[in-house]
């Protein structure tokens, strides 16, 4: 059942979907069970954002620093995500775009060319956009975009008077998505932890103390309510 108020929906909607570790630890099992967990919650709360109308949803997965992580835990991680990417490989029906955040090439070159793949068969899906930042960082992002800037100007396609925020904002791995209406951070950290750094300088920003893979619809619901009730200025008066 939808209760949520349709009215003031964010149009782009970023999770960084923290706290798996935790809530394993919590019933004494190994951090790998969480992370299945997390899975089974983004996909809720993916059909969940598609079913309210929500345009555009970001969900953080897995971040240029979590390669700092035990080697078996980021192998459980990898699965996750080949197993996601195979699921998803005919996504004709749901009519929703998918486009991957970050250095693809870290994944190895079949996982990267399944990914370019869906991102190409998906493009023209317009109910949702759903966005999977994978091997991403704010600040590596920012750089990806820098690079691409000065290789145009060394070309001399462009002068460096023409580089502004629009020209940044469309290089970034989102280059074309609007920014960040609200960003939401389960498990009690209340940081960004590199994610989406530019696309959500206006961000509303929503923190709560359940762990990811309690995030239920329901949840969302009171994160939508919160963010319905925000005076947004950007600035202004
Ligand atoms: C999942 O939560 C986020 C990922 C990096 C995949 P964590 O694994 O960070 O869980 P906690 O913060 O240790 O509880
Ligand atoms: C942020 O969570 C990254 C993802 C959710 C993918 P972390 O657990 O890595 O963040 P920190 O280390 O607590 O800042
Ligand atoms: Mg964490």
């Known amino acids: 059942m939808i209760t949520v108020n349709k009215e003031n929906l964010p149009v782009h909607i970023g999770f960084i979907m923290d706290g798996n570790g935790r809530w394993a630890q919590k019933r004494g099992l190994p951090r790998k069970f969480g992370h299945r967990e997390g899975a089974a919650a983004f996909r809720k709360i993916a059909r969940y954002c598609k079913k309210i109308g929500i345009r555009y949803i970001t969900f953080y997965a897995f971040s240029t620093e979590n390669w700092s992580r035990p080697k078996d835990e980021i192998d459980e991680l990898m699965k996750l995500f080949g197993e996601y990417i195979d699921e998803v490989s005919d996504y004709a029906e749901e009519n929703t775009r998918l486009i991957f955040l970050g250095d693809k090439s870290a994944f190895g070159k079949e996982m990267a060319d399944k990914m370019s793949e869906l991102e190409r068969n998906s493009r023209d899906f ?112």
């Open 126 to 237: 317009s109910d949702m956009t759903l966005m999977l930042a994978m091997n991403y960082g704010g600040r590596n992002d920012i750089v990806h975009a820098a690079r691409q800037i000065a290789a145009m100007v060394e070309n001399k396609e462009i002068r460096h008077t023409d580089v502004d925020e629009s020209l940044i904002s469309g290089l970034l791995y989102t280059g074309g998505i609007p920014d960040a209406d609200l960003i939401i951070r389960p498990s009690g950290e209340k940081r960004l932890s590199n994610f989406l750094i530019w696309q959500s300088a206006y961000a509303e920003l929503y923190f709560t103390d359940v762990l990811w893979p309690d995030f239920t619809p329901k949840e969302l619901d009171k994160a939508l309510e919160d963010f319905a009730s925000r005076k947004r200025r950007f600035g202004g008066v």
